[in-house]
């Protein structure tokens, strides 16, 4: 069993910057990656960024393409979602999601970009 920990969430303003952390923790030796998925109001979820606890490989969608980063500190069990130059559009709730014998998901945190 893997347990996952969201914070960081809140408001930001157009332009601005949030960092969005995940604490991992319970069976993480069976984790092959981390990822962050959101989900919109009335919309489905979907996958953010992606990141490979083997060697380090990332992965985003083209909308966070360049404004986006996500990484991760092995010895804390953290991954983090550094979201720079932030649109309304990326307004929704954020999970972190990490894959191993199963998918893992914590309870979200809310973003609300807004001014």
């Known amino acids: 069993q893997v347990h996952l920990v969201e914070s960081g969430g809140g408001l930001g303003q157009p332009g601005g910057s949030l960092r969005l952390s995940c604490a991992a923790s319970?069976?993480?030796?069976?984790?092959?990656?981390m990822a962050w998925y959101r989900q919109a109001p009335g919309k489905q979820r979907e996958l953010v960024a992606v990141?490979?606890?083997?060697?380090?490989?990332?992965n985003y969608v083209d909308s966070v393409k360049g404004r986006f980063t996500i990484s991760r500190d092995a010895a804390k069990n953290t991954v983090y979602l550094q979201m720079n130059s932030l649109k309304p559009e990326d307004t929704a709730v954020y999970y972190c999601?990490?894959?191993?014998?199963?998918?893992?998901w914590g309870r979200g945190t809310q973003v609300t970009v807004s001014s």
């Open positions: 999601n990490a894959q191993g014998m199963y998918f893992y």
């Open positions: 319970g069976s993480i030796f069976s984790i092959s990656t």
């Open positions: 990141i490979s606890t083997t060697d380090g490989s990332t």
